[in-house]
């Protein structure tokens, strides 16, 4: 199974887009929140299309699982078909546990203490728009960064796929690997 984990769109149709055609075919979508809104600490991008991007969500033919950004309300739930408003989502992939949150509203200890146990295996989080994988305790923790608004020392958009207990994240403008680690 090919799985796309992505955060922080942030309202931007293009970076969805661009991100699709980078990972290629995918059977689910894990989206750590911030979809249509570009809040206000972000720039409006020259691309922001928050309808547009609602329009290519609904129509997107395979299940997409969201948790809630801080920029997500209920006006944007009223755009797109699937569930946005819940702070953390739960999925289970060929055996991996993971949990899917944006990373704004829990913190470290918290979301290890919801993982722990062996009940998970990877936290997907965003928030930051800085990709990352690092293990902490035996749980991978997972930010794809944001293929709209990157905000890593050296800017790139990004997005990452999850096959086979594998994680990369993937620069989506030149499609080199920048991150890879395990699932567990």
Known sequence: MRVLLISDTHGDPT?????????????LVLHAGDVLYHGVFNPILDTYDPRRLAELLNSFPVPLIHARGNCDSEVDQMALQSHILSDFAFASIEGIKILITHGHRYSREEILKMAGGGKIDVVLEGHTHIPKIENATGVTFVNPGSPSL??????????????KGEIKIYDIDSGKVLLEGKAR
């Open 150 to 163: 990157p905000k890593q020392e050296r800017p790139a958009r990004t997005a990452g796929l999850l096959e």
């Open 15 to 27: 970076g969805w887009e661009k991100a699709l055609s980078t990972i290629g075919n995918v059977n």
